[in-house]
């Protein structure tokens, strides 16, 4: 036996609220610190020790590689926390440089940083720097508005695996400090509006408490495939064909399945990939990670535990339906007496409330699945000719798809990681004349 495996034993794993508690108290640093620099261009060198502290404690004895021991009520289980630690080592070398530099220049600070350098270190790909480069050219051609009398473009964007890399489990997937100050710079300087169509819910936990930037700043946020929307300081609710009947009833199994999962054989689940996530529509449920980490008997016994008590609040099957089952996730959903609601009509609702249009100016719609091509599609039949598309990690079918719906080349980038993307958009605002305070 040797002493680090003495020392782990000695050390006792830490609880899912300890591990919560402590990676949501430095995701309000990263606010802070974000707001901090989209306001005046500076940060006190002593907002960022916390991610130094937060990254000590995530890669503690209590961590083997990237597995996490966990426990709750009497049971213990390991959870993969690499993209937590990713973001984490990031964010340090990113505002340790940002912080240490005295330039007055905002753009000047954040060339200096390097931020595109500190991201390719991170990265699997050789072609990093070449696909920056082609980002940048794609997104310089977006923000021309020598074409279009002057009117900035629109940017509507998926978030996971788009804007944010995936992580293991939904309730930490939250944005570093690096992603929000570029994200939220690039958005004030070059975009009339900047607007974030997610699938997962606002809130509890959503992506108003995943995200690093303030909610009510230069980025727009919205939830359910675009149902809910934060505008205004107000959450903005599209439910278009959804029956009352139908919403009370998800609400009561929601708080059904807070229960078990305070219970001790389910409690891990709040931590299973998606989690126990409530939309305006639905709620989605995670049942097994992308590694396979939970035992199987386990996941079926919750799953039946769900089925148990959706009869117990719809015992006629009138207003619920479980659906959309993968071995990763299951969907309830409310029974919809309207047409199928996809990320297209997000869209919509979006340039509705806001009284603009999607006719005016270029567009561009950046994601990575099939979901998001009804984004695309939605802004190509408004604006044919100057929509445009900036996909995430795609396979050529999927190329092939979003190449025909564009019609230009030109008009498309392809790119293997969100980080690519800040990267390129870091490029941009530090080599902007107008990007200083």
């Not at 912080?99 to 753009?107: I, P, R, V």
């Not at 720097?129 to 021309?144: A, H, M, P, S, Y």
């Not at 071995?327 to 047409?339: D, F, N, R």
């Amino acid at each position: 036996m040797n002493g680090n495996t003495e020392i782990k034993r000695m050390i006792p794993s830490q609880s899912i609220e300890d591990f919560k508690e402590c990676l949501y108290r430095m995701q309000e640093a990263r606010k802070t610190v974000t707001s901090e620099i989209l306001e005046t261009g500076h940060v006190a060198s002593d907002k960022v020790s916390i991610f130094k502290n937060t990254l000590e404690e995530m890669c503690d004895e209590r961590t083997s590689g990237h597995i996490r021991d966990i426990h709750s009520r009497g049971t213990t289980f390991g959870i993969n926390i690499q993209d937590e630690i990713k973001g984490l080592q990031k964010d340090q070398l990113f505002l340790d440089s940002f912080a240490g530099d005295s330039s007055d220049n905002f753009g000047e600070k954040l060339k200096n940083c390097n931020l595109p350098g500190i991201l390719d270190k991170f990265s699997q790909d050789g072609d990093f720097k070449q696909e920056v480069e082609n980002c940048k050219r794609f997104l310089l051609d977006l923000i021309d508005t020598s074409s279009t009398d002057g009117v900035k473009p629109l940017f509507i964007t998926d978030w996971d695996g788009t804007m944010k890399d995936y992580c293991s489990q939904y309730a930490t997937n939250l944005q570093p400090a690096y992603s929000a100050v570029v994200m939220g710079s690039f958005a004030r300087l070059f975009t009339r509006v900047f607007a974030v169509l997610t699938a997962g819910p606002l809130r509890h936990p959503g992506i108003l408490d995943l995200t690093a930037l303030p909610i009510n700043g230069p980025v727009l946020f919205s939830g359910s495939w675009g149902r809910e929307w934060w505008l205004g300081g107000r959450r903005v609710v599209h439910d278009d064909g959804i029956p009352e009947e139908g919403s009370v009833a998800i609400g009561q199994l929601y708080e059904h399945l807070e229960e078990i999962i305070e219970e001790g054989e389910f409690v891990q689940f709040a931590l299973v990939g998606s989690g126990v996530q409530r939309k305006v529509d639905r709620l989605t449920l995670g049942v097994q990670t992308v590694f396979g980490q939970v035992p199987k008997e386990l996941s079926a016994r919750y799953i039946f535990a769900v089925k148990e008590r959706i009869h117990r609040v719809d015992p006629n099957n009138q207003y619920l339906v479980l659906e959309n089952c993968s071995p990763l996730e299951i969907e309830v959903c409310v029974h919809s007496s309207g047409a199928v609601w996809n990320k297209g009509d997000g869209v919509a609702a979006l340039i509705e409330s806001l009284h603009d249009s999607l006719k005016v100016g270029n567009v561009c719609v950046a994601g990575d699945t099939a979901s998001d091509v009804p984004m695309l599609q939605k802004a190509a039949d408004e604006n044919p000719e100057q929509v445009r598309a900036l996909f995430v990690g795609v396979n050529e079918n999927l190329k092939e798809t979003i190449s025909k719906i564009v019609g230009d080349p030109k008009r498309t980038c392809f790119v293997s990681s969100p980080d690519v993307v800040h990267a390129a958009f870091a490029l941009i605002i530090s080599e902007s004349e107008g990007s200083n305070f």
